[in-house]
């Protein structure tokens, strides 16, 4: 009977030697596809809070430039600006309560103003953010920021993209009583939707136009019928760069007192 042939000793260690380097291979393989993923997410998060943030604060701007017989406020709470009870028929300027990217919670860092009102909100999370600079106009005191919750989204009175609608003067309309007559310009129909803008985008949007143009009806009230075309405009232009950009960052709407 033969016997079967066992292999030299030195060859089983270099087997056993060969399979460990074959699994420190993968191990680093894995690594490092584990940390590109890791980045990946982590990348997309940051996007979504930049997207997130300009959305409360273009949000917190309507609803502090919206405010009823001239009285400035800024929001109390973020459900405010859910539902504005400053007004009886339901003014929205957003249409749900974001979570934060960053955490996956509701809970937002405040930024409150002299009166104690909402002027921004901030991550609570304390990750070093990944990008570091080339941020769309409105977003660039992000650049450089060592901590999430340093990026702040606030009420802006500036830095927004210059729209100035122009119209030819009209002489306003009164009635019997002096009183100006009703607006007698409609506001033009948004443009069309691009088929590849995201559907909560196109709502989104649709949202806004429908707050500008009730803002710019009001204004019948104390103006002519000039700053009424004029603020129409103004909200169809707004309308036709939130579908066809990016970044969430727009011009304030355009009323022209005079």
């Known amino acids: 009977m033969i016997k079967p042939k066992t292999p030299p000793r030195n060859q089983s260690g270099f087997t056993y030697i060969g399979l460990l380097i074959l699994i420190a291979i993968m191990g680093v393989t894995l690594a490092g596809t584990g940390t590109i ?3 990946t997410q982590q990348r997309f998060r940051e996007q979504q809070l930049i997207f997130i943030g300009n959305q ?3 949000a917190i701007s309507a609803y502090y430039k919206n405010s009823p017989d001239g009285i400035l406020q800024f929001p109390k709470k973020l459900e405010d600006l859910l539902e504005d009870k400053r007004y009886l028929s339901n003014e929205r300027y957003l249409r749900k309560l974001f979570a934060d990217p960053m955490t996956g919670s509701k809970e937002w860092g405040l930024i409150k103003g002299a009166d104690g ?3 921004g909100v901030h991550s609570m999370s304390k990750l ?5 600079s080339n941020f769309a106009i409105g977003n660039e005191a992000l650049a450089g920021r060592k901590h999430y919750f340093e990026w702040q989204f606030t009420y802006k009175t500036t830095g927004y993209i210059p729209v100035v609608a122009r119209v030819a003067p009209v002489k306003p309309k009164t009635n019997p009583s002096g009183a100006p007559a009703a607006p007698t310009t409609p506001p033009l129909p948004p443009p069309p ?3 590849t ?3 909560h985008k196109q709502n989104m949007c649709k ?5 500008d143009t009730n803002t710019c009806a009001l204004l019948i009230k104390k103006f002519d019928q000039t700053v009424v ?4 405009a103004s909200a169809n232009q707004r309308y036709a760069i939130c579908m066809s950009t990016e970044n969430a960052f727009l011009p304030s709407l355009d009323v022209q007192y005079k």
């Open 193 to 195: 939707p691009d088929a």
């Open 37 to 39: 993923w890791s980045t």
């Open 56 to 58: 409360y604060s273009m």
């Open 197 to 199: 803008t995201d559907p």
């Open 207 to 211: 949202n806004m136009f429908g707050i």
């Open 229 to 232: 075309d004029a603020c129409n």
């Open 128 to 132: 070093e953010p990944i990008k570091q």
């Open 117 to 119: 009102g909402i002027v």
